[in-house]
């Protein structure tokens, strides 16, 4: 889990078309963000990724039974001067049982980084694909 599951990339002369596709999960008792997964990002590249993550509340003192969340994510993100930098903005499309929860990308050192929420005295199991292709010099 966190490790590439799949990769393609198309034979060209220079600077090869590619998709890199990871699966991760991970565990949730409280509202603390969680990294799920962090994607270390090579300089001088220019980087598309799409995250779909799912959720369910496993137990807990809070919540009700099988609460559920769905997140489609999609972003971009480059390394300028060494530094992991969005492009723009973010879009998600959150479908959600409990509004606390979330699921978002964030850059972080030399990474992008898969940050889950959940909520106080909850259990909640997350599982995530991320795939992403990059082009650079």
Same mark, same amino acid.
């Given at each position: 889990?966190?490790?590439?599951? $799949?990769?393609? !990339? ?16 991970? $565990? ?5 963000? !969680? ?6 990002l +090579? ?19 809070s919540?009700?039974?099988?609460? %559920?969340? $769905?997140?489609f994510i999609?972003? %971009?993100? !480059? ?32 990474? +992008?980084?898969?940050?889950? !929420? %959940? ?8 599982? $995530? ?9």
């Amino acid at each position: 889990l966190g490790g590439a599951v $799949a990769s393609w !990339t198309s034979t060209a002369t220079n600077d090869d078309p590619n998709l890199t596709l990871v699966q991760g999960r991970a $565990a949730t008792t409280d509202a603390t963000p !969680t990294i799920l997964m962090s994607i270390t990002l +090579v300089a001088s590249r220019t980087y598309q990724f799409e995250a779909r993550v799912v959720a369910r509340r496993t137990g807990g003192a809070s919540g009700t039974a099988d609460d %559920g969340a $769905a997140y489609f994510i999609r972003g %971009g993100f !480059t390394t300028k001067t060494g530094t992991v930098t969005l492009l723009g903005s973010l879009t998600v499309e959150a479908a959600e049982d409990v509004a606390g929860w979330n699921a978002t990308l964030t850059a972080g050192s030399g990474a +992008v980084n898969l940050v889950v !929420t %959940g909520a106080a005295t909850t259990d909640v199991t997350w599982h $995530a694909t991320v795939d992403y292709s990059w082009v650079g010099t």
